[in-house]
């Protein structure tokens, strides 16, 4: 059973940067679609990017084209999401989720593995 656990959230200022981390342990992450989300006090998650099995180009929500950089290390078993310029609209919790189809998509409902969550903060 492929298990998933974020790291690298935490406080930034207004044009700052963070790399988040989502590592996996249990299967090959590379067998999975995988997705980072982020959910706003009191909203539904949305998506901010994924990659589907095989690699390729991320697809990624038009909030964080351009600002956001998703991608995988297969040899670490690992997927990361490099976030540049960020502003308080990106302060959020974020989620990586793993889609065990392996087809990609916004929907939630259609990643059936979650990580716990690591927060961001966008403060000042």
């Known amino acids: 059973q492929l298990q998933l656990v974020e790291s690298g959230g935490g406080l930034v200022p207004p044009g700052g940067s963070l790399t988040l981390s989502c590592a996996a342990s249990g299967l090959a992450m590379d067998y999975y679609c995988i997705g980072w989300f982020r959910q706003f006090p009191g909203k539904d998650r949305e998506g901010v990017s994924y990659?589907?099995?095989?690699?390729?180009?991320?697809t990624y929500a038009d909030s964080t084209w351009g600002r956001f950089t998703m991608y995988r290390d297969n040899a670490s078993n690992a997927v990361y999401l490099q976030m540049n310029r960020l502003t308080s609209e990106d302060t959020a919790t974020y989620f990586c989720?793993?889609?065990?189809?392996?087809?990609?998509?916004?929907?939630?409902?259609?990643?059936?593995?979650w990580g716990q969550g690591t927060q961001v903060t966008v403060f000042g």
């Open positions: 989720a793993a889609d065990s189809s392996g087809r990609g998509s916004w929907r939630v409902a259609d990643y059936d593995i």
């Open positions: 990659i589907s099995t095989g690699g390729g180009t991320p």
